[in-house]
């Protein structure tokens, strides 16, 4: 049990005990405030807000190609969630200073008949300062947690932005490849014909050529459909209209080889929000265990009154004081046993909440390791055989060597590996933006690749 301060502590001190925090707190909110540009709210159901007329959205400061920074740092300066956690936070941050006011005083006026008195008095209940100062720790704490959580969001926006970002990309190339292929397929059917036409083929080549042209354009309507969705799916993170036009995307980077695990380890225990919000969480439990431990504490009350008496024609001055008598002892013990029960679930929660984060760095990790290795496969060896392939069957079915099948099989194996390439391309960005989410730090590499 925490031993309680002198009673003597000064009731302004309770106040500044934890102004500085809350001070420091409140500063950083602003800066935040004006630095992203939030200003006053919208309503979410104007008719023109929901307009999808050009012009119905705020402007994006985008300009260019669409990169994985700035659509991430539009997409947080933008986002309505992240106005929500903030505003969340902000308004954990000011249950402090309620915490640690004192009560309210009572003014109350009497009269008495019987003697002729009129009575005025102002009385003012004075907690502990201990109680007042553990309770604005509990809420300085939970308002930390909340800035956490702040921050985890928005490491999440930034992976789902990311994530959108590189679908988006893919989805694109995936329209282009298909197009490309039909071109090919193009020189196919004209080859197929002008060896009908000599009597070198029959016509089921040519007929094999084009049910081939006519599936890969059916392919193709739901490529489009994938960038229609990976585009509306971009806009709504950029809170725009869902079929808002987007620009080009710049190549999605090169990832750098991660750090080794233990250091990403050691970096997410460090870093990463989630387990901040929980440690802060933990905090403020164990600060209301300290404030249920002084329960037994008495309170005082101070109050003086302003007597008037008519009937003796004098004026009074009162002063009065007490303490409350905290003799309810089964009521104080288990407020003590339930704070100590919040205290053990939330450091059950915290170790939950670590052991969480650390799978999910070692598997964003593997990830990564996993999508790099699979794209150096197809990009170093499996698509330029692929290309070989295409080349030296047309060369063999024009010098009737191969028959169209087998052209065809090339040219549907061209096409997987081109479209395998690009995927792979995507899932090494999606597992980077992961594996920078679950550290909570954007450094996450060691070297080049």
């Known amino acids: 049990m925490r031993t309680p301060g002198l009673f003597s502590i000064a009731l302004l001190g309770v106040a500044g005990c934890?102004?500085?925090?809350?001070?420091?707190?409140?500063?950083?909110?602003?800066?935040?405030?004006?630095?992203?540009?939030?200003?006053a709210p919208r309503d979410p159901f104007d008719p023109a807000d929901?307009?999808?007329?050009?012009?119905?959205?705020?402007?994006?400061?985008?300009?260019?190609e669409l990169t994985i920074d700035r659509v991430t740092d539009e997409v947080v300066r933008r986002n309505p969630n992240v106005v929500a956690a903030f505003e969340r936070w902000v308004a954990f941050l000011e249950r402090a200073p309620q915490r640690t006011a004192l009560p309210d005083p009572w003014l109350?006026?009497?009269?008495s008949s019987m003697f002729k008195m009129h009575t005025v008095e102002l009385m003012q209940e004075v907690p502990f300062p201990e109680k007042l100062l553990a309770e604005g720790r509990a809420a300085l704490a939970e308002a930390r947690g909340m800035r956490a959580e702040l921050a985890e969001r928005t490491n999440q926006l930034r992976e789902q932005a990311a994530r959108s970002l590189a679908v988006l990309h893919v989805a694109r190339r995936e329209v282009q490849l298909a197009d490309e292929n039909l071109g090919l397929l193009e020189r196919f059917i004209e080859i197929a014909r002008t060896r009908y036409a000599a009597g070198q083929a029959t016509q089921s080549d040519v007929l094999r050529a084009e049910v081939e042209r006519d599936g890969l354009r059916a392919e193709r309507a739901g490529f489009v459909r994938d960038v229609e969705l990976a585009a509306s799916a971009l806009n709504v993170l950029l809170d725009r209209a869902p079929d808002a036009p987007l620009g080009p995307v710049a190549?999605?980077?090169?990832?750098?080889?991660?750090?080794?695990?233990?250091?990403?380890?050691?970096?997410?225990?460090?870093?990463?929000?989630?387990?901040?919000?929980?440690?802060?969480?933990?905090?403020?439990?164990?600060e209301m265990l300290s404030r249920a431990e002084l329960e037994w504490v008495p309170d005082v009350v101070f109050g003086g009154a302003y007597v008037r008496d008519f009937g003796e024609d004098e004026n009074?001055?009162?002063?009065?004081?007490g303490i409350s008598l905290p003799i309810w002892w089964g009521r104080i013990r288990a407020g003590v046993r339930e704070s100590e029960a919040n205290v053990r679930r939330a450091e059950a929660e915290t170790r939950a909440a670590r052991n969480r984060v650390l799978d999910e760095v070692r598997a964003a990790a593997s990830r990564l390791h996993?999508?790099?290795?699979?794209h150096r496969i197809v990009r170093d060896q499996a698509l330029p055989r692929a290309r070989q392939n295409v080349e030296v069957s047309e060369t063999a079915y024009v010098s009737g060597q191969l028959d169209f099948l087998a052209l065809i099989d090339a040219r549907r194996m061209l096409l997987s590996q081109q479209l395998e390439l690009e995927r792979t391309r995507g899932e090494r960005s999606i597992a980077e933006a992961e594996l920078r989410r679950?550290?909570?730090?954007?450094?996450?590499?060691?070297g080049a690749p």
């Open 316 to 321: 009074e001055i009162e002063l009065t004081g």
């Open 438 to 446: 679950a550290v909570g730090d954007s450094t996450i590499v060691g």
């Open 50 to 64: 929901l307009s999808l007329a050009e012009g119905s959205q705020p402007p994006l400061h985008l300009e260019g």
């Open 108 to 111: 109350r006026y009497g009269y």
């Open 251 to 286: 190549p999605l980077p090169e990832p750098a080889t991660p750090e080794a695990l233990s250091v990403l380890f050691e970096r997410a225990f460090r870093l990463r929000p989630e387990l901040a919000a929980f440690r802060s969480r933990w905090e403020a439990e164990r």
């Open 370 to 374: 996993a999508a790099s290795e699979q």
């Open 18 to 39: 934890t102004s500085a925090s809350y001070s420091e707190q409140r500063r950083e909110a602003d800066e935040l405030r004006d630095a992203l540009g939030w200003g």
